[in-house]
């Protein structure tokens, strides 16, 4: 019996895509007309390309490639992943935008696209992702390997992550085996969602929706950071925080106590605040 | 008069080498025959070759080269090293035993030999300092100069690593040109191993055998770690830690105290526990 | 009226300057002497160059180009503008003798113009600044873009930096778009200098003269490091730090108390005393 | 009304072509496990891929690529030719059996497909053709550029060229702008089908189907090399030969004289007989 | 006394080249609108520059350069010589309109300066020679070397060659070491200007202005062709040729005859009239 | 019994060898000292090396290798080759000396170990010959594929070439499968040694001793070039030619006549004479 669905087709490019991809575009096009000495780069990895998808591929190929595994098939993989599974398209874009949106130094969508290297290791990742589904192990965990040599940015092939991730800055980024991220989260550099110890299984922790979590926090175990929370930088978080608290601190403390911790903005993954919790953290005492 | 031992003899494959050597081949013929896109890489990296050290060589020779610094002549480099020194060979096998116990997410020893670049990092850095005793110093730089470029681990070519080491992660690991680390030891990412400032001499941490050492941690001076004591992420350590004991926080406590620390197992560099602490971390308040 | 004052002239080389590469060649063709296997390197990096500025040009030039952006045109960018800013290259100058002078495993200027992934990155940061301030930003972006994914060091081509700076290890280190950086300043590897949220304009701290940062230490917000301040390794810095004094601990704390905190030596950037504050920590009490 | 044919399907692969390209696999299967130092080699060109298609698209690119014309690039542009035109495939496949029939060197269609200069040249003129005729003429030239760069072959992108073309080493030749190539022909190495002048128009050689010409043979103007005709090696050709006649020597003549020239085979294109005119040609002396 | 001359000044442009220049320009940026596919290429070998000898070095340092001749250090060497040296700036103006106006398959300037190998390798000996003239002979004869093997044309530096010069095709032509070619020049392909043998000293052709040398002709010994001669395809000449007259065949005899042999237009090098001596070559009898 | 005869040692290096390879890294040095633009590639090339098989490995491997197969690849298959095969490290040597003493262009060995297409097709030919003797035969042809590429010089690897071998300019030199040339030979760029036809078995020429081929001659079928004999540039031969005599011309005829050929010197292959027969040649009328 027919469902009066529409055919699924993984090549439609849905309106939002199209948008951002003509921003990129006109970006793109205004910059190489105002920098000659960038205009073939931006030719080659932008203006050349009829979409978003093999503009990405393009350059996530060239990117990631070594004098083993070639740039040729690197770009194949990458094209396929992107042309036949539009959740990864759709992801793409919703993390151009939280860059776009949420980092006031992301000065346009090609810029992002271009030159962030922790928006360049998560749309690679996604594809990782989708051949670890697929049962293709060695390839996602040799694709995983050259994302952590480019960008050092280690996120394990198996790591489930949402939309409108913003990974800033990224470097040294490590992210565990059986961790999940939620979507609207927003995670600087330096920040581990790690594992305890040798044994296997469920292990690394889960990052609720809308998180914030700060430079060179060390989050560790099959623990959850509830939905809006906020991870101080530099805290060592072990326990589960609560929903929409803050924790900071070696070891991590929740802002206004335990038994009563301070409430905040809903979606600081998008609001960005990193140290309004100041004034509260009663032993900061410069 | 005759010793009666056998003579040495620098090409000769130990059992367990050989062992794991044949491991390593029967993975990559494995995962070549089940996935078709990576066969070119495994058979270039692998199973092309007829010794782990030639593999080995190959490999790090092609992620290590620059345009200056020719894949042939640092290929060349690394097989003469690994062909010469037979305890390079047994401290790798013990780096890849070391990989596949203690890390859940370690599938295969070909999965540590070819995407781990701690594993990579570490190989490379004991043919560096192999050079540095043989006074040929700005070879040695140099080589330790593109493992920071291409890894982001930074150690120094005369530090002095021990056997069965496992960097996990590794992105970020900074390790002091008089620093010492024993056997069996685990290190995470992140972790610095520092001097004290601008005089010479001495003045790097001593890591004792055994010694597990959390994420970001950062210890420094001329201090000693003890056998077997665990530093916990993001831990500032300035003091020695002794034997069996666990330091935590910034700065770094003893966990049970100064004077009564809890004493933990024997090998946490072995059992990777990194979080039993936590009950006994008292200002630990989430 | 006539100033008196000799016509600027950018191809005029300094003594100083002229000195430094004097030293530099003696020292590179010392080491190709005794070592072969590297002539090769030192002759295409340095030996075979006319000047400071040909050679970084060249070094830089081959470490940040990718398939898309090629060696001749980085070479091209990075040679006008050494050749054209006088600046710049007294910037340099004061850089490679800031590693020689500090570091105490800087053997030598060649050793770091060659190997040191902080000096290097700060060169090519430099360029890119030039390049923000003439309003090129797409190229200076694109710039920043191959220093973060090559050196792993993320500094905003508009932060502005000061001479005689010491990037030491260098892995990790983000520099935020309007930090603003003395001069002698040092500084470890991991720092973050980072901004408060989403909000633009003026967000990220200001590093007076003559400061040392430890290794992993994090300082957000529009604050000020004064001069001569010291921030001890993994310190979490969110309020301004007084001139000459020490902040440590996560949250910071001034050693010695708010109240009359202790004062040290006027330089620590470049004296470098990482750990003289221990006795002093109260609550280190491993 | 409808035409009662098959609906064109580009993507539909020929038994035909299956057949060639099933060979072609069982024979690299069989090379890459006789021969482990290629076999890295032969899956990267051939075993990996699902296709002849694929497999050429990457081979050409990766062969034809330089440092401002990416492999990535080209593999696309192939990928796209071949995928949308089956007369290429359908062409590729003739000329492999061409070579694989005429030529007692050739041992393998993999041989060809791999390693015959000749082959590869011919099939990425096809695809420069095919630009040409799409009047995407400056990407034509850039490719024939290439071509001519890479296998020192020069068959300018109008020329138009049959099935079954075996051009053998292949080094040297060069086709010019109007020439024409019928089905079925061998064609040496150092063999020109060159112009007049500098005045424009058709002014290159017409050969017709199943001619022999041998290595070096130089044939200049708008004259017509009839079908089945033979032209002997270094000839030098300025006026039309009759079909299945032989012409040799400098200046040309026929064999067996201008009035009653000698016939012989009908295909010397596909019998490949280089000397058998010998006897008649009188003035061979030696 | 002063000369009244305008002091000479290597960096003026001349009209000429500037127009040259501009067309060349304004070419590509058509081409780069009507092929995004290729504007990446455009913008990096032509539009990014800001003159033809940049982009003219650009293009060479990248086509030549191999992995132990870095493209930086050729451009470098390119554009010093290009830079220093007006002659070698009209010497190439001059070539491109040779090209041009010459070959019926030269659609334009910019056609010629990417991709004839011939004129490319013609400029690159311009330099190469240069080079000899000031006893740099290992990097002039490894120029040429780098000539030779990726354009397959193999002119010795110290040959001298004059303005105007066209070589067709290219490929295969071999120029010796005291061979000297005049102005307004076209040489076809495989063409030998070569040595008598063992003995050194001035022992290759010497080439009048205005000759037309046809594909696959070789000249030996110091012999002279004299001006607005013609030598015909394949002929092999060991003698003088007389001005104004043609030679053809092997050996090759004067149309018209020794003793009265028919003269042509002056300059066929202009005229490139490669076959109106049919009628007249009394052998040729197909 | 014993024979009395040394042990065979493969790694024995012969005086001669000893002799060359001083003269070599004499050469190489004297030429760094006074070029420093090229120091850096005469020290990876020539005198990084402890010995002429590893420089000659490290020079083709570079030379061959491309993006599918790996520098460390070719020079580990060329190393192990001349290492275990001292005849090819004679013959390296053989052909060293024939072109310094039989080209007055020559100026050093070490010009012609770098430079001399020619000599570098021949000796990795040689490698390629010994492959096919061990029955390696993909390996073989992909070797043969990648010197026909790059230097333009087909020689199948099953031909098999004597010692003392000039081939002169190179380019265009096709050799086929059962081709047979001796020692002391010197072949000219164009030349031809092919075959008849599709039929296989011995069906290629066979070169005597000491036989000198000029320019762009073609030899076809399976005949006989005479000991000490000589064949005209251009000529085109199909029948055997006797020892000592001189074939020119197309059809080849022997100077001196058929029945009384002239007799020349014994080794024009060493003397190098091209052009005595020419008063002979009683056609040659210009």
Sequence with gaps: MPTGLPAANSSVV????????????????????????????????ILSHSSLERSLSFHLGNKL????????????????AFS????LRSAAVADLRAARERDPACVSYSHCLLNYKGF??????????????????????????????VFAVDIHPAARIGKGILFDHATGVVVGETAVIGNNVSILHHVTLGGTGKVGGDRHPKIGDGV????GATILGNIMIGEGAKVGAGSVVLIDVPPRTTAV??????????????RH????????????????WSDYII
Tied chains: 1, 2, 3, 4, 5, 6.
């Design 265 to 280: 903005e809903d979606v600081p993954g998008e609001s960005m605040d990193h140290t309004s919790f100041i004034s509260e």
């Design 120 to 149: 360049l290791a998560c749309q690679a990742h996604r594809v990782a992702h989708l051949l670890w589904r697929q049962s293709r192990r060695p390839l996602a965990l040799a694709l995983h390997s050259r994302i952590a040599d």
């Design 65 to 80: 490639c070594s004098s083993t595994l070639l740039s040729t098939l690197l770009y194949d993989l990458f094209l396929n």
């Design 14 to 45: 849905t309106d939002d895509e199209g948008w951002v991809w003509a921003q990129i575009k006109a970006e793109a096009r205004r910059d190489a007309e105002s920098e000659p000495a960038l205009a073939s780069y931006l030719y080659s990895t």
């Design 212 to 215: 914030l979590i700060g430079a």
């Design 249 to 262: 601190g070696n070891p991590a403390r929740l802002v206004g106590g335990k038994e009563k911790p301070s």
């Design 84 to 87: 036949s599974d539009p959740s």
